[in-house]
């Protein structure tokens, strides 16, 4: 679009141009007539000249002006001195007109650097004159009640002009009027609260809402940093001593509250004793009047159980007695009946083993031979082969039996004799 107004005022001043030129020429030749052209084409110039002027105010300031987000815009009238608040949307602005002011509705902060440290362009002093820093964060806002009335007023830069003098003249009073140990430990939250109660009343009047105050580190020097960190060792030192000794003295009351307790309840556990040993023994004593009647009669049943006793053992003695007895009896006679038995066993046994002997006998003088089949087969697992000599008509085995000869070989030698 501005391009566009551009291309056209620059057509506007040619022809103009143009015209000019060629008035210039044709004013020597012919006057009159130039003069009537002119007076012809100067309402058009002049038209086009305004709606050329016109668009190129507005856009270069267009009317119409959008509230930024978290901000409010006031329009003032420069004739009236009226004032229109707009807090979002879009709003009508003529230029030459109207003036606008855009003041912020959210929270603020402002952090005031060059108090921040001790050896900074302006470090705070203490009520000894020592040089310290102070690192605070300043949270602001603009009262949204009052924004008509606050636009004309305010600065442009209001954490520079408004915010900043007041901050450092609230803080370096204050300041100036505590030690570096209440500063940096003691006092610290009552001289927050402090420069926050008398801040707000400073700000108020200008229409700034103070939200609060926060300090942060204290920048010490170093010399007195380190001489601060000894005394506060020391302090912490002396704290945890007094804490030792009143946990100490705590400890020993605890101790004597233990010991007075125990006594009593060990008191209470003897006297609880004694009551429970005489109820015991007023019950024992009641008990026995029960009781003794109950142990005659156990007496008395005890010699009766004692005496069926002896009478039981004392039968069943004679009963074992009678019972062995006739075991004994019963026993020899069945040893008389075995013995009876094995002499007849045996008389039989030597009868039967006689006639055995007297058949092996008349055998044998029959066949002299058997002898020797008997003793060949009785020494065949031992003796392979059994040689005799020929014709010497005696016993295969007299060499074994210890050389004795038979009584056919004993006459045989007697007669060659």
Do not use: C
Request: glycine content about 6%; hydrophobic content about 45%.
């Amino acid at each position: 679009m501005l391009q566009r107004l551009k291309t056209l005022a620059a057509s506007i001043r040619q022809a103009f141009g143009r015209g000019t030129r060629r008035g210039l020429e044709a004013a020597t030749t012919a006057a009159p007539g130039a003069a009537r052209s002119l007076r012809r084409a100067l309402p058009p110039l002049l038209a086009l000249t305004a709606v050329t002027a016109a668009g190129y105010a507005v856009v270069m300031h267009p009317p119409i002006q959008a509230v930024p987000h978290g901000q409010a815009a006031v329009r003032i009238n420069q004739f009236s001195g009226g004032r229109t608040e707009f807090r979002e949307g879009s709003f009508f602005r003529l230029p030459g007109l109207h003036e606008v002011r855009l003041l912020p509705l959210r929270d603020q902060s402002f952090h005031p650097a060059s108090l921040a440290k001790a050896t900074g362009p302006s470090p705070l002093q203490s009520v000894e004159g020592l040089s310290l820093g102070l690192d605070m964060t300043v949270r602001w806002a603009l009262d949204d009640k009052r924004l008509a009335e606050l636009a004309p007023k305010l600065p442009d830069d209001i954490e520079a002009d408004v915010i900043t003098p007041a901050v450092q003249a609230v803080v370096y009073k204050q300041i100036a009027t505590h030690t570096v140990r209440e500063i940096f430990s003691s006092q610290r939250a009552e001289i927050a609260a402090a420069l926050e109660a008398e801040l707000r009343a400073r700000l108020a009047p200008d229409g700034i809402v103070l939200k609060g105050v926060q300090i942060g580190s204290v920048d010490l020097p170093p010399d007195y940093r380190r001489g601060m960190d000894r005394l506060l060792a020391d302090s912490l030192a002396s704290e945890r001593m007094r804490y030792t000794l009143e946990i100490s003295e705590k400890k020993v009351k605890e101790t004597e509250f233990e010991a007075a307790a125990d006594k009593l309840r060990r008191e209470t556990a003897a006297e609880a004793a004694g009551r429970e040993q005489i109820i015991a023994a007023k019950a024992q004593e009641e008990a026995m009047k029960h009781v003794l009647p109950f142990k005659q009669k156990q007496i008395e049943q005890r010699a009766l159980e004692a005496q069926a006793d002896s009478a039981a053992r004392i039968q069943q003695a004679e009963g074992a007695a009678k019972a062995r007895r006739i075991e004994i009896d019963a026993e020899a006679a069945a040893r008389q009946k075995l013995a009876d038995a094995e002499a007849y066993r045996l008389a039989q046994v030597g009868k039967a083993q006689a006639a055995q002997m007297a058949a092996e006998g008349e055998l044998i003088t029959r066949h002299p031979l058997l002898v020797q089949k008997a003793m060949a087969d009785k020494l065949s697992d031992k003796v392979q082969v059994i040689i005799a000599p020929p014709g010497s008509g005696g016993f295969i085995g007299s060499a074994l039996l210890g050389g004795a000869k038979p009584a056919a070989a004993l006459q045989q030698d007697a007669e060659k004799e």
